[in-house]
Nanobody, 122 residues
């Protein structure tokens, strides 16, 4: 069993930046694919970014491509989401997720954090 805890959310003005962190504990996190998902009020959860266990493969939703960067530090059991040029439509609860196997952009992940709120004001 793995536990994931997100941090780094907050309130930021449009055009600003935030870096989300996801701390993993429990099973060996370096073997995990990691992903970031988000859910805005009244909307379904959607994929934002994912990274392979080695960090060599990354995927991004079109809505965040070029603005967000996912990265990981397996020595520290951490995954990050650097978010730049934030827009009001990026406002959502952001969730870190983990799974074994191949990178996926759907929600079929085994482990989920509790989420961190990101609010972007216009």
């Amino acid at each position: 069993q793995a536990q994931l805890v997100e941090s780094g959310g907050g309130l930021v003005q449009a055009g600003g930046s935030l870096r989300l962190s996801c701390a993993a504990s429990g099973r060996t996190f370096s073997n995990y694919v990691a992903g970031w998902f988000r859910q805005a009020p009244g909307k379904e959860r959607e994929f934002a970014a994912a990274i392979s266990w080695s960090g060599s493969i990354t995927y991004y939703a079109d809505s965040v491509k070029g603005r967000f960067t996912i990265s990981r530090d397996n020595a520290k059991n951490m995954v990050y989401l650097q978010m730049n040029s934030l827009k009001p439509e990026d406002t959502a609860v952001y969730y870190c997720a983990g799974k074994y196997g191949i990178v996926r952009t759907d929600g079929l992940y085994d482990y989920w954090g509790q989420g961190t709120q990101v609010t972007v004001s216009s």
